[in-house]
């Protein structure tokens, strides 16, 4: 059975930087692959993804302070966080797809303190 397990979200200060992974079990590859973010009451917001030649996109809130990356095996991918606002505090969720197969991760919260 494939699951995806996030990890690395936390508590830190504004300014601060975290960084998350997302460990792929089981058999399959994170030939594309997201994270999205989610506070209570809004929907699911891509923050990042990175498709399977490389090619990455950012939401305009974190362009520049946050890297999307995965390991050259497909099974584990990152979010590096950077200068972290309090406005980034959310449950972050990692997905993945290969394919046509999609898996979501159940989240790691974030949260960041003024």
């Known amino acids: 059975q494939v699951q995806l397990v996030e990890s690395g979200g936390g508590s830190v200060q504004a300014g601060g930087s975290l960084r998350l992974s997302c460990v792929v079990s089981?058999?399959?590859?994170?030939?594309?692959m997201a994270w999205h973010r989610q506070t209570p009451g809004t929907q699911r917001e891509l923050v990042a993804d990175?498709?399977?030649?490389?090619?990455?996109t950012y939401a305009d809130s974190v362009k520049g302070r946050f890297t999307i990356s995965r390991d050259s095996a497909k099974t584990t991918g990152y979010l590096e966080m950077n200068s972290l606002k309090p406005e980034d505090t959310a449950v972050y969720y990692c997905?993945?797809?290969?394919?046509?197969?999609?898996?979501w991760g159940k989240g790691t919260l974030v949260t960041v303190s003024s």
């Open positions: 990175l498709h399977t030649y490389g090619y990455t």
């Open positions: 089981g058999s399959f590859s994170l030939d594309y």
């Open positions: 997905q993945g797809r290969s394919n046509g197969i999609e898996y």
